[in-house]
């Protein structure tokens, strides 16, 4: 039976702190009340350990939450099917976080709401699309549905990461290499240089920038590690407000090569969770509000709530979202028609499923030209060091000649 710490203040007003043994976190409650204690904090022990740790892989998430799409189409009632997924979790973190789940459903809170409190572990996509299936009355539907999707986009994140392992290596090698010649065998010929200097005209344009860049990394290169790593932490931070998720979705889109990849990938998931959910039954109101929560950019679900503002007033879906301009034409033209012809789930996802084809071709084009652009930068690294060093002598050795 789980334990629940707690820190209750007694009728004289002092705080007390101890454990109950309890099935659930309203048993606990009851509990205190019978002792005439008055709940403070209450929380299941394992809750400590887990909320140190709340990395959950994908692959863990999908398999429970498929579980528990199968367990409530059985016929298993939701508390049951959530003190059964948290009992037998192998992840010690999500067990925790399933537990309390559980506990908020218990008292009353929405799945979803209970979901939306672990926002950072079940993403916007999970509580969007249960959200739909609690008021659509098709949860096991929408949970599998999510299982689906988070698969296919680990899946999708899996192969880019697998095909970009060794161009990273390619790059992180021709760094490493370049700082250390940098650093430790360009000043061996500082004093050359000086020689030469002095009886000549001059050193060559691309040597004075080596030894630049060598005195400055020998003398302040801890200063700037801090400095660089002090920058990274803040951008890690102001990423993580609503205006630094903005900007970064908004350049997102801009960058050359990766732009079109991160803008079709979220078209296509916006138009899959729609087509998903007017399919079951949602309304087209309702369905654009969830779905613009799922499309993974802050830009594009500015753009679908002020189409959904337009829808509201009588409009047509096509008109405001071609009035945005982040919904590729094409796209637009067969949002079009099958409005007309009354068929919009099934285009929705025949669209999203076109988007995912050129999407994964994009990528392979950009996986195949990562390697040898690492390898030709890697050489113009490498090569500008040694010209740099060189250069000089070939000067000297004209001049002499």
């Known amino acids: 039976m789980p334990e629940f710490a707690y820190i209750a203040r007694t009728l004289t007003g002092e705080d007390v702190a101890g454990t109950i043994s309890a099935a659930t976190k309203r048993e606990t409650l009851k509990a205190l009340a019978e002792r005439s204690l008055f709940p403070v904090r209450v929380q299941e022990k394992r809750q400590i350990t887990w909320s140190r740790s ?9 398999s429970n939450l498929t579980q528990l799409a199968d367990l409530l189409q059985n016929g298993v009632p939701l508390l049951e099917s959530l003190t059964v997924l948290a009992s037998q979790c192998p992840h010690p973190a999500l067990s925790g976080i399933l537990s309390d789940v559980r506990d908020q459903v218990a008292e009353g809170t929405p799945l979803d709401e209970a979901l939306g409190n672990h926002n950072d572990i079940f993403g916007d996509l ?20 999510t299982a689906e999707f988070l698969e296919r986009q680990q899946e999708l994140k ?11 290596f390619l790059a992180t090698l021709s760094g490493v290499i370049t700082v250390l010649l940098i650093v430790f065998f360009v000043p061996k ?23 630049g860049v060598s005195d400055t990394l020998s003398h302040y290169g801890i200063f700037l590690g801090i400095a660089a790593a002090g920058l990274f932490f803040w951008l890690r931070n102001m990423i993580r407000t609503d205006r630094g998720r903005l900007f970064v979705d908004r350049w997102k889109l801009r960058i050359p090569v990766f732009g079109p990849i991160f803008h079709g990938y979220a078209v296509s998931r916006f138009c899959r969770i729609l087509g ?3 399919r079951n039954g949602v309304p087209l109101l309702r369905a654009l509000e969830i779905s613009r929560d799922s499309a993974g950019n802050r830009v594009l679900s500015d753009a679908i709530r002020g189409a959904a503002e337009n829808v509201s007033s ?5 008109g405001p979202l071609a009035g945005c301009g982040l919904v590729p034409r094409p796209v637009m033209a067969m949002i079009r028609v099958a409005e007309e012809a009354n068929n919009l789930d099934d285009v929705l996802v025949g669209i999203a499923d076109g988007l995912d084809r050129d999407t994964s071709k994009k990528i392979d084009i950009m996986v195949r030209l990562a390697e040898p652009t690492m390898l030709l930068v890697m050489g113009m690294m490498i090569g ?6 060189l250069l000089p002598v070939f000067d000297t050795m004209t001049t002499m000649g």
């Open 189 to 211: 010929f500082a004093d050359l240089f000086a020689r030469l200097e002095q009886e000549g005209g001059g050193l060559p344009v691309p040597t004075i920038i080596l030894l």
């Open 126 to 145: 999970a509580i969007s699309m249960v959200r739909a299936g609690v008021e659509g009355s098709f949860l096991e539907d929408a949970l599998k549905r």
């Open 54 to 62: 709340r990395r959950v892989g994908t692959p863990v998430l999908v």
């Open 384 to 389: 500008f060091v040694l010209v740099a060093l």
């Open 314 to 318: 009588g409009e047509t879906l096509s």
């Open 276 to 278: 998903t959910l007017l």
């Open 158 to 168: 899996a192969r880019i990461t697998g095909a970009m392992i060794y161009p990273a």
